[in-house]
């Protein structure tokens, strides 16, 4: 701001020495035009005097003492010199006169030859005296008629007078009158720039202040305020300044509350630019926001949990993590997602937390687990990791009051401060993914529920009508067969009419039981509707599975149900078709099944009965 005063007060100094410059020349102008003016009337008028002089000495005959007359018109004040000199037609009337009537200059001569008059300075511009040449001209009227003495024509030029003046005493007072003009504009400049100083210093330091606080608001301090020294513009600009500083520092204060408030955790701000900090924050919640979103939308946890993957990578920059999802009913942790590898196995903690899911310190406390700096606070913690010294810190994510997930963050010693720093945006996602989560899983659970059996705990009809398309397709995509096994337990009614309809439920969950270990993991077993039961054997034909149904068949046939304090024996009959060879159709390979099944029950029950074609009648009723 120094400078704008210096080049205010250069740009005053410029105006005023230009102002003295003109004041100065136009000042020498007009006393020199003055001057000038006033020697050519001053020696018109000692001309005029001359030539009447001359006139009535002609008149009264003492022209012979003109010399004299000359010489006291010479010594009058203001005039140098005073001499006439004759023209040529004079001379050659009268001869040459006296001896200062002969001598004549180039100026005399072109006056006599020209009749024109010639005001002049001698030596230049700047010269003291002043020449003025007059012609005498011969006229007829007037006072005097020339013509009577003069043997010339009409306005001849009968000779001229030269006068020479001194200008002196009126460039010395043109110089005295300028140097009192030059000196009242320097005083009265040099008083304006005090004034202009004097009104300038509240501007200039209130400027500087701005410019310091300013500089300050850039690095995020708004604490500065500037002094009001004036009641004018300057001082409303001050106080206006304060306002609007006062007015951002309580807007920042109340948007970092909101902030606390939102994520639930001040934010470790490090003495750097906090308007800077606060907005990064704020991004980050708006960032938060449009994850709830997306996950909200998003179908499954697993999804929501890739998504919280893709945060730990992309936003927070962070490479080895675990997820896992907490089964608080099995006692059990699982692992879905290991530094961005989906179902991945435990890497980062001892993996005896998966079927003990309380060794995990986050899951037996609901605590945050912070082992950024003894990684020795949960003993589950992989050895080989605390051995490479790797650090951690475990969020549990609290779903409807206990451990519904664990995140947990592995980094190395030098990154624990930048992690500890990202902390409360992470812990502000995971608060927004814990309903979501809750909300996937219980409609996953909801969802399983309607498509199982709720007393054999068996897959139902609905989850064959919803799956039957997808298994066919699975096969075609990957050319393998699939072989259906339709049974049913024979003679069923008399158990719940001999032992009530409890005993009834009781056989057929022994049932499910048999049918379940029979089998792989991978098939399925359906409770199709009463008694009767549907197995898919995927991978397998007709021929592969009959050897499976047999192996039921005799499982059933060698149990013992025990009902109402006894035993019974019982046995199954069964129907097997397959994909591709007996249909292309799911539903028509069930449908073959069936009839199978009623062969094996038109043959005498207890027995398996393969599909072949003569069981199939287009005009049967089925």
Not at 262 to 282: F, I, M
């Amino acid at each position: 701001m120094h400078k704008l005063q210096t080049k205010i007060i250069f740009a005053l100094s410029s105006v005023m020495l230009l102002l003295t410059l003109v004041i100065t020349i136009a000042s020498l102008a007009s006393f020199r035009d003055f001057s000038i003016r006033a020697a050519t009337e001053h020696t018109r008028t000692a001309a005029e005097v001359i030539r009447v002089a001359l006139t009535e000495a002609m008149l009264t005959g003492t022209i012979d003492k003109r010399d004299s007359l000359l010489e006291r018109i010479g010594n009058v004040n203001g005039l140098d010199e005073a001499r006439v000199i004759r023209g040529p037609q004079v001379k050659q009337q009268f001869g040459d006169g006296i001896l200062g009537e002969m001598s004549a200059d180039a100026t005399d001569l072109s006056v006599l030859s020209s009749g024109e008059s010639v005001f002049t300075l001698t030596g230049g511009i700047l010269s003291p005296e002043f020449r003025a040449t007059i012609p005498y001209i011969a006229t007829s009227d007037g006072d005097v008629n020339c013509l009577l003495c003069h043997n010339v024509a009409e306005n001849t030029v009968l000779g001229a007078v030269t006068l020479t003046a001194s200008i002196e005493h009126m460039k010395t007072a043109a110089i005295m009158t300028v140097a009192f003009l030059v000196m009242a504009v320097a005083l009265f400049a040099f008083i304006s720039i005090l004034y202009l100083r004097r009104m300038l210093h509240p501007l200039v330091t209130t400027a500087n202040e701005i410019e310091t606080a300013v500089e300050s608001a850039i690095d995020g301090d708004f604490s500065h305020r500037i002094e009001s020294r004036t009641n004018d513009e300057i001082g409303k600009i001050a106080t206006q300044f304060n306002a609007l500083s006062e007015g951002i520092t309580n807007k920042l204060s109340l948007i970092r509350e909101n902030v606390v408030q939102l994520v639930q955790s001040k934010p470790d701000y490090q003495g750097g630019n906090l308007l800077t900090e606060t907005a990064e924050t704020v991004s980050g919640l708006v960032r938060v926001s449009r994850f709830k979103q997306a996950i909200e939308e998003d179908e499954t946890a697993s999804e929501v949990f890739l998504r919280i993957s893709e945060v730990l990578e992309q936003e927070f920059n962070i490479n080895t993590f675990s997820l896992y999802e907490v089964d608080q009913n099995k006692k059990m942790i699982h692992p879905v997602m290991v530094d961005s590898v989906p179902e991945a196995p435990i890497h980062w903690c001892d993996a005896a937390i998966h079927d003990h899911c309380v060794g995990c310190r986050a899951v037996r406390t609901g605590h945050l687990i912070d082992g950024s700096e003894n990684t020795q606070i949960c003993r589950s913690f992989s050895t080989d990791a605390a051995s490479a010294n790797k650090h951690y810190i475990c969020l549990p994510v609290i779903e409807s009051g206990s451990v519904g997930s664990v995140v947990q963050l592995v980094f190395d010693s030098e990154d624990a401060h930048k992690v500890r720093n990202q902390r409360p945006l992470l812990e502000a996602y995971l608060r927004e993914a814990a309903p979501v989560l809750q909300a996937k899983r219980l409609m996953a659970s909801l969802r399983e529920s309607s498509l199982k059996d709720a007393m054999t705990g068996l897959h139902n009809r609905r989850f064959l009508e919803e799956y039957a398309e997808t298994l066919i397709s699975q096969c075609k995509r990957r050319s393998v067969p699939m072989a259906l096994l339709m049974m049913d337990l024979d003679y069923f009614k008399p158990v719940n009419d001999t032992y009530g309809h409890d005993a009834g439920d009781q056989v057929l969950r022994e049932l499910a039981i048999i049918l379940q270990s029979n089998v792989r993991e991978s098939d399925l077993v359906v409770r199709y509707g009463g008694e009767e039961f549907l197995i898919v054997l995927l991978e397998t034909n007709a021929e592969q599975a009959m050897p499976v149904a047999e192996k039921i068949r005799t499982a059933v046939e060698s149990h013992k149900f025990k009902v109402a304090g006894t035993s019974l024996s019982k046995t199954i009959s069964a129907g097997v078709a397959d994909f591709p060879n007996d249909a292309q159709a799911f539903w028509q390979v069930l449908k073959f099944a069936d009839v199978s099944l009623y062969a094996a029950k038109e043959g005498g029950r207890n027995q398996v009965v393969r599909f072949h074609k003569a069981l199939w009648s287009e005009d049967a009723d089925y």
